[in-house]
């Protein structure tokens, strides 16, 4: 219970820190996005439509804004409305690893399974650290090895898990390959 006191302190820092960087720079795309990200981190959904909404004013065509309020209306169950930002962002931005990576989680809930596969490959071609990234790559393979390998991973580039969280959740992928 204190690990997650702590984790929730370090969040709270880290997103105190970003109005100032926002300040200094208002058209800083990146510094919204992190913003936005850290919301969704501890959980703060509203907190993030209005982060959200702020940088969608500021800079409506951002590539990587688009992205982060797809994640956002994903998490929300609003899935067409994530899909066409996330089509959106990977128009403007074809290089840009988080879009690719939402175009394939509206695939895969589609059924294109295929298409959804094709689209995890190039986000993890593009970013191979983002753990999201990372996590449907991994899924992606045939080998539980493989799979195994990418969940090793992921779970490496998640800061915030609890002691103890990272092995369970090895070790329950691991029986499900069994």
Not at 25 to 32: K, V
Not at 35 to 45: E, F, G, K, P, S
Not at 83 to 104: D, M, Q, S, T
């Amino acid at each position: 219970m204190r690990y997650a006191v702590l984790i929730a302190a370090a969040l709270t820092l880290q997103i105190a820190a970003i109005p100032a960087q926002v300040r200094e720079d208002p058209s800083s795309a990146d510094a919204r996005v992190q913003l936005i990200r850290l919301l969704l981190a501890r959980n703060d959904v509203p907190g993030a439509v209005a982060a959200a909404r702020d940088a969608a004013l500021v800079m409506p065509d951002s590539p990587q804004v688009l992205a982060v309020t797809g994640d956002i209306f994903f998490r929300s169950g609003k899935f067409t409305e994530a899909g066409e930002l996330y089509a959106r962002a990977a128009v403007l931005n074809p290089k840009l690893a988080r879009a690719i990576w939402g175009v394939g989680r509206i695939q895969r809930l589609n059924g294109l399974g295929a298409r959804a596969r094709q689209s995890f490959i190039k986000a993890y071609e593009l970013d191979p650290n983002d753990p999201d990234v990372i996590l449907d790559w991994a899924y992606t393979h045939k080998k539980p090895s493989e799979i195994a390998g990418g969940l090793e991973r992921y779970l490496s580039q998640r800061p915030y898990l609890l002691p103890g969280e990272a092995e369970a959740r090895l070790q329950r992928s691991a029986c499900s390959f069994v």
